[in-house]
């Protein structure tokens, strides 16, 4: 049986159900791989009795037979399970590979774009550093700004909890009745 030009089956397991088919080429093996439940339907509806159930793709090219295979290997094959050899490309193919090596062109860079590219990114760099100036004068042990400005909201934060407390502490207190007056912190802030 052939798979339209993709593959041949070999051989046929009837206590697994098993096919086995040899592609023509890899490519047609994935094929076969991708297209398995269809040929299984196509070989059990051409071939009433058979119940394949698997489709196994062996290799397409000849395959040393180990001990895995040897059982395979052993059984009858049909005349048509030669090995399926490799073709050497064209007398004709190779002489035209060989002649196109030594002719195909160098990549050669123009020196004149290569100048006008470095000009431009020279102009970029100094683009650059006119829009980014680098600050002067900070010192070694200086914190980073970025640090500045957490130690910064820390404090604020540190601050904000403390009126809280002071404030709910009085407002738990005029509950309970005590009259205690708290020292008025200093005045908050908005954030948002």
Known sequence: MSFSGTGKAVEFDVESGRLDVVPD???????????????????????????VRSLHVLA?????????TAAAVAGPQPASAAPVERRTPPEGYRR???AHRPAAPQSRVDPH????VER???????????????????PADAPAPIDQALVQRRRQAA????AALHRARA?????????VILPQ????????
């Open 25 to 51: 080429a890899p490519a047609c093996g994935t094929q076969l791989r991708w297209s398995a439940p269809k040929l299984i339907a196509a070989a059990n509806k051409k071939v009433p009795g058979a119940h």
């Open 60 to 68: 397409p090219a000849a395959m040393k037979t180990g001990p895995a």
């Open 96 to 98: 035209a590979i060989e």
């Open 113 to 116: 774009i290569a100048e006008a």
């Open 120 to 138: 431009q990114n020279r102009a970029m760099r100094e683009l650059s550093r006119r829009a980014f100036p680098e600050p002067d004068g900070i």
């Open 159 to 162: 601050a904000t909890e403390a």
């Open 171 to 179: 407002e738990r207190a005029q509950r309970s009745g005590a009259a």
């Open 185 to 192: 912190a200093a005045a908050l802030r908005s954030t948002a």
